[in-house]
């Protein structure tokens, strides 16, 4: 079994349908030391998942796709059949609708998407004993992790607006943010930057 419940690792499960989400969650979680045993893509799944690699911890992307009622239901189903995992559900902002049904379901907790690194505290407290954060690691959100991998997979502005669901002013303002944390100058030192440290893969055409 993969959750290792004796060894106070924290080892995760991750339910996420938007690969470019599940990459930059699995990132954050890789550079904080936490292992992510298993992967499903839909809610629905969610149960074979645990009940294959016993987690001690759960995170379920609920983006606005999730019914609240199936996500309520499923939170439940998981609980009852596994109650030494703890589930955290991310929402997207203002989505009281999926906040309320995940807590009714019996989150542990919910956390923004926007907001990556409560999603470790929130881990941390599920697991009453994870990893420390690491003072070093930028303080990325999940949306600027995003924007990163899309400009290092070589996408200009405007393809990486399109891909994100956001304008390109938005991006830009985005970039400048993430230049900012990462210390770099320009978007090559950031790709140089997301290829060094995992974010994405080596592609030397990006730099451009």
Same mark, same amino acid.
């Given at each position: 079994? &993969?959750?290792? *419940?004796?060894?106070? !690792?924290?080892? %995760? =499960?991750?339910?996420?349908?938007?690969?470019?989400? $599940?990459? +930059?969650?699995?990132?954050?979680?890789?550079?904080?030391?936490?292992?992510?045993?298993?992967?499903?893509?839909?809610?629905?799944?969610?149960?074979?998942?645990?009940?294959?690699?016993?987690?001690?911890?759960?995170?379920?992307?609920?983006?606005?796709?999730?019914?609240?009622?199936?996500?309520?239901?499923?939170?439940?189903?998981?609980?009852?059949?596994?109650?030494?995992?703890?589930?955290?559900?991310?929402?997207?902002? &203002?989505?009281? *609708?999926?906040?309320? !049904?995940?807590? %009714? =379901?019996?989150?542990?907790?919910?956390?923004?998407? $926007?907001? +990556?690194?409560?999603?470790?505290?929130?881990?941390?407290?599920?697991?009453?004993?994870?990893?420390?954060?690491?003072?070093?690691?930028?303080?990325?959100?999940?949306?600027?992790?995003?924007?990163?991998?899309?400009?290092?997979?070589?996408?200009?502005?405007?393809?990486?607006?399109?891909?994100?669901?956001?304008?390109?002013?938005?991006?830009?303002?985005?970039?400048?943010?993430?230049?900012?944390?990462?210390?770099?100058?320009?978007?090559?030192?950031?790709?140089?930057?997301?290829?060094?440290?995992?974010?994405?893969?080596?592609?030397?055409?990006?730099?451009?």
């Amino acid at each position: 079994m &993969g959750g290792g *419940a004796g060894d106070g !690792a924290v080892t %995760v =499960g991750l339910v996420c349908g938007d690969p470019v989400w $599940e990459h +930059a969650i699995s990132w954050l979680l890789r550079s904080s030391g936490i292992e992510v045993v298993a992967r499903a893509r839909d809610v629905d799944r969610a149960l074979d998942l645990v009940a294959r690699s016993a987690p001690r911890v759960l995170i379920v992307d609920a983006d606005g796709d999730l019914e609240p009622v199936r996500l309520l239901k499923r939170i439940r189903d998981i609980r009852h059949a596994q109650p030494a995992t703890a589930v955290v559900v991310l929402c997207s902002p &203002g989505d009281t *609708a999926c906040h309320d !049904a995940a807590l %009714v =379901g019996g989150a542990v907790s919910v956390v923004c998407r $926007e907001r +990556a690194f409560e999603l470790l505290q929130a881990l941390s407290r599920a697991a009453e004993n994870g990893t420390a954060d690491d003072e070093a690691r930028p303080n990325l959100t999940l949306r600027e992790l995003e924007i990163l991998r899309l400009v290092a997979d070589g996408r200009t502005n405007r393809e990486v607006a399109r891909a994100a669901w956001v304008t390109e002013q938005t991006v830009k303002y985005h970039l400048a943010n993430i230049y900012r944390r990462l210390g770099v100058r320009n978007r090559g030192e950031a790709i140089a930057w997301a290829v060094e440290h995992g974010v994405a893969e080596d592609r030397a055409a990006a730099v451009g």
